[in-house]
């Protein structure tokens, strides 16, 4: 019984975690958001060189490698600027 | 109340509610990092439904239904004691404040959404529901096959000891 509740356990958290994975990239590539970022339109655009690779200057957050708790908060604050997601790439 | 008819049913739900908690917890838990944080959201969101459900399911469930929430006292534990039979009454403990932390860490973490002060005060507040979900795991575990290890490990050792006894005194 201990078992048999465990795995079903982990077969929902297979489920739950695919959908989220599903959910999260919805939500980066702005299917999810309500006014999705314009491409090319950040300061970093102008860094870009077409080599099919993004550069570290490409409208990035550069903090991460601060703190998780300082960069989750700053993410919570530009939520409720309405600004939704970190768009990571420019499309 | 007719819902809830059958009692087969009835722990069917609650093993798949429990599931969809452990799950939903479990995936919330290992993505708690700045780089999946959207996968932490849904997943955050799907723990505090489950708490949700749970709640409702166990006002709407009919008295006597295991759906019902527990609600455990003094009274009960102490009538418990002398007999020690039926179930323990920290299963019951157990699950009131598995639900009460879990659906605190929830709770937080959907405020912390709007209001980023409340990031670490959910932090802690999930950091300790897991050490109740590991109490819990463990006490569930010493229950069911901790208690059973523990009664063959002393039959096999009674067994020994008349194994190795002289035959005539075995006699």
Redesign the interface.
Request: proline share 0%; no cysteine; glycine share 6%.
């Given at each position: 019984m201990l078992g048999r509740m465990m795995v079903h356990g982990l077969v929902v958290a297979i489920l739950v975690g695919g959908a989220a994975a599903v959910y999260a990239q919805a939500k980066d590539n702005g299917y999810l958001s309500a006014a999705p970022a314009k491409a090319g339109t950040d300061d970093g655009t102008a860094a870009r060189s077409d080599n099919g690779y993004l550069s570290p200057t490409n409208g990035v957050r550069t903090d991460r490698d601060s703190g998780k708790h300082a960069a989750r908060t700053e993410r919570h604050a530009e939520g409720r600027e309405g600004r939704g997601n970190l768009h990571d790439h420019d499309d | 109340m007719g819902v809830f008819t059958s009692a087969k049913i009835e722990h069917a739900l609650l093993?798949?509610w429990?599931?969809?908690l452990?799950?939903?917890f479990?995936?919330a838990y290992v993505?708690a990092?700045?780089?999946?944080?959207?996968?932490?959201q849904?997943?955050g969101y799907?723990v505090l439904a489950a708490i949700v459900a749970r709640l409702a399911g166990g006002l709407l469930a009919p008295a006597g239904s295991p759906l019902r929430l527990a609600r455990p006292g003094l009274k009960e534990a102490l009538a418990w004691l002398p007999s020690r039979k039926g179930r323990h009454p920290l299963f019951a403990r157990f699950a009131a404040a598995l639900l009460l932390a879990v659906g605190l860490a929830a709770l937080s973490g959907a405020v912390?959404?709007?209001?980023?002060w409340m990031?670490?005060p959910h932090?802690a507040i999930s950091e300790a529901s897991l050490w109740v979900i590991l109490g819990h795991i463990a006490f569930?575990?010493w229950m069911?096959?901790g208690r059973k290890a523990v009664g063959s490990l002393a039959d096999w050792r009674a067994g020994m000891r008349l194994s190795s006894l002289p035959k005539d005194n075995a006699r």
């Open positions: - | 093993k798949g429990h599931a969809w452990a799950g939903s479990l995936v993505t990092d700045e780089n999946t944080y959207a996968m932490h849904f997943a799907a912390a959404d709007s209001a980023a990031e670490h932090e569930v575990t069911y096959a």
